[in-house]
């Protein structure tokens, strides 16, 4: 069984060349990436680790995102070397040898594509940390039926037969990983997770982890589709009645309210959750086929209702209600989130 260790970092400390070489034997190579570092002392570090014969270092030019960074060592690997899982680690000084060799020797035996390192968030961790983990962890168990007690640890092994997969998913930063999990639940992949350390440096000061900027794209990535489907439900809904008590024509209200609503859906679609690999025409082509089926059949309930004695407003609220969750299902199968 051979193992890769990839590692991105940005501006790392000396911490780094202390844990590359405690580690150097235990792996095939390693592959680090400098993600655009502009430290001196970062400099001296890759020059010091370029010199050993199984490291290899590989440079961004500027700061391009731990995920960007990864894509970069995944990408490098598969075209170049010989492996069976790559395991990733942090350059901040998170992670001890001895739990990159635990996850490492799990490897030999786990058929899992995906196997986490896992840490526990007690008193002794950052509130900052703690707080976001075990909200981060509460939303993924409730969306993707995936309980993991750590959904941000950078300790993972992931197995050969995904890295070409997992290179197409969307994302350039700290988002990325999280984007990562959600296709490994969507995709029913295999995923274990194994008991590390908890280790918070100086109260976690070298960590380039940005709380509000990177919470916020990662949480987008995480809930942001539903929210942008319910916003553009709400914005439908208002265009109808604004429509309908100035015109006073149902047809004419409902299909202008969703051609409004409906291209605003698309376009915070396509801004946010198009992946790389998509094309957006192919999406375009599949958004309005389905818009406009659910268009009429929409329409037609409402009528339905009306019929029945229920008010526009209320006939309205009911068929949309409904045909938004259908909405919801195929607009998720066709991004692939």
């Given amino acids: 069984m051979k193992s890769v260790l990839l590692i991105p970092a940005y501006n790392p400390s000396g911490t780094l060349l202390n844990l590359v070489e405690s580690l150097t034997n235990n792996f095939t190579k390693i592959?680090?990436?400098?993600?655009?570092?502009?430290?001196?002392?970062?400099?001296k570090t890759f020059k010091e680790l370029e010199n050993h014969s199984k490291i290899i270092v590989l440079n961004h030019n500027v700061n391009l995102g731990k995920g960007k960074a990864l894509k970069t060592g995944f990408e490098f690997c598969k075209n170049n070397l010989e492996f069976d899982y790559i395991i990733t680690a942090d350059a901040d000084g998170q992670h001890l040898p001895s739990d990159?060799?635990?996850?490492?020797?799990?490897?030999?035996?786990?058929?899992?594509?995906?196997?986490?390192?896992?840490?526990?968030?007690?008193?002794?961790?950052?509130?900052?940390?703690?707080?976001?983990?075990i909200i981060t962890a509460k939303i993924f168990s409730f969306l993707f039926n995936l309980n993991l007690n750590d959904t941000q640890t950078g300790l993972r092994a992931y197995k050969k037969n995904i890295i070409e997969e997992i290179i197409l998913i969307?994302?350039?930063?700290?988002?990325?990983?999280?984007?990562?999990l959600k296709w490994i639940a969507?995709?029913?992949?295999?995923?274990?997770?194994?008991?590390?350390?908890?280790?918070?440096?100086?109260?976690?000061?070298?960590?380039?982890?940005?709380?509000?900027k990177d919470s916020l794209k990662i949480y987008l990535s995480i809930?942001?589709?539903?929210?942008?489907?319910f916003l553009s439900f709400l914005l439908d809904y208002l265009i109808f009645i604004f429509l309908y008590k100035i015109f006073d024509s149902l047809f004419f209200s409902i299909i202008f309210a969703r051609i409004f609503s409906g291209?605003?859906?698309?376009?915070i679609n396509k801004f946010f959750f198009l992946d790389e690999q998509k094309k957006t025409f192919w999406y375009a082509q599949r958004y309005l086929f389905?818009?406009?089926?659910?268009?009429?059949?929409?329409?037609?309930?409402?009528?339905?209702?009306?019929?029945?004695?229920?008010?526009?407003?209320?006939?309205?609220?009911?068929?949309?209600?409904?045909?938004?969750?259908?909405?919801?299902?195929?607009?998720?199968?066709?991004?692939?989130?």
Avoid: Q, W
């Fill in 31 to 43: 592959v680090i990436i400098d993600d655009g570092s502009i430290l001196n002392e970062s400099k």
């Fill in 100 to 133: 990159i060799i635990k996850v490492l020797n799990n490897t030999f035996s786990d058929i899992s594509e995906l196997i986490m390192g896992e840490r526990e968030f007690d008193n002794k961790v950052p509130l900052r940390s703690r707080i976001g983990n």
């Fill in 170 to 180: 969307k994302g350039d930063g700290y988002e990325y990983e999280s984007n990562v």
């Fill in 186 to 212: 969507r995709s029913k992949k295999i995923i274990t997770s194994i008991k590390i350390s908890t280790i918070y440096l100086d109260n976690n000061t070298s960590s380039h982890f940005s709380p509000i």
């Fill in 223 to 229: 809930i942001g589709f539903p929210f942008s489907s």
């Fill in 263 to 267: 291209y605003t859906n698309f376009i």
């Fill in 290 to 337: 389905l818009s406009i089926i659910i268009l009429f059949m929409s329409y037609f309930f409402i009528l339905f209702l009306i019929n029945l004695n229920f008010s526009p407003y209320l006939s309205k609220i009911i068929a949309d209600s409904i045909f938004y969750l259908v909405s919801v299902f195929f607009h998720r199968r066709m991004l692939n989130l």
